[in-house]
T-cell receptor
Framework: KNEVEQSPQNLTAQEGEFITINCSYS?????LHWLQQHPGGGIVSLFM???GKKKHGRLIATINIQEKHSSLHITASHPRDSAVYIC??????????FGQGTRLTINP | DAGVIQSPRHEVTEMGQEVTLRCKPI?????LFWYRQTMMRGLELLIY????????DSGMPEDRFSAKMPNASFSTLKIQPSEPRDSAVYFC???????????FGSGTRLTVV
């Protein structure tokens, strides 16, 4: 079993829909990262969480340390949100362990 | 700050040639990481440094791979000799132990033919 599991692996939705991507992990962590990667593109850090909830624009990330679970939400989804979203966990500033990624496609 | 800078962006080389990838981390960051991304295996850690010292190189595939960090502002990943199975996107990232902030470079897409 992978240390970091994401679901779903693929998600297709219509523009405007509310999107949720889930991440569960089995190791002790000090921080969880949500990353975004557009096709053929680099990796952008969206959020770093150690507790609670963070919001940036239409993106919201939550984490439940006790349940070892995090969610990434996108409100009013748009075709430009189409990308691979990667959950990664780490100890301090040290190496990250990555989930397999969720490929999100938003159709107009 | 310009972020983590990697060069080259793309590299096409013939099997058996030496390849050198370069990375300039964000100033002040004390950790530097080399990751490799492939369709089959996703993102995997190759090696990371703390204050220029290699900490964990267990992800380096074999002796053909080597990495150095001669100073806080520069690191290289070298593959010699290169093989077609080394074709991948190689990402450099840096982080700061003070706030765990993590920044990735734009990656180097390596194709070995």
């Amino acid at each position: 079993k992978n240390e970091v599991e994401q679901s779903p692996q693929n998600l297709t939705a219509q523009e405007g829909e509310f999107i949720t991507i889930n991440c569960s992990y089995s190791v002790g962590i000090s921080a969880l990262h949500w990353l975004q990667q557009h096709p053929g593109g680099g990796i952008v850090s969206l959020f770093m969480l150690s507790s609670g909830k963070k919001k940036h624009g239409r993106l919201i990330a939550t984490i439940n340390i006790q349940e070892k679970h995090s969610s990434l939400h996108i409100t009013a989804s748009h075709p430009r949100d189409s990308a691979v979203y990667i959950c990664a966990v780490g100890q301090g500033a040290q190496k990250l362990v990555f989930g397999q990624g969720t490929r999100l496609t938003i159709n107009p | 700050d310009a972020g983590v800078i990697q060069s080259p962006r793309h590299e096409v080389t013939e099997m058996g040639q030496e390849v050198t990838l370069r990375c300039k981390p964000i100033s002040g960051h004390d950790y530097l990481f080399w990751y490799r991304q492939t369709m089959m295996r996703g993102l995997e850690l190759l090696i990371y440094f703390n204050n220029n010292v290699p900490i964990d190189d267990s992800g380096m595939p074999e002796d053909r791979f080597s990495a150095k960090m001669p100073n806080a502002s520069f690191s290289t990943l070298k593959i010699q000799p290169s093989e077609p199975r080394d074709s991948a996107v190689y990402f450099c990232a840096s982080s700061f132990s003070g706030d765990y902030g993590y920044t990735f470079g734009s990656g180097t897409r390596l194709t070995v033919v």
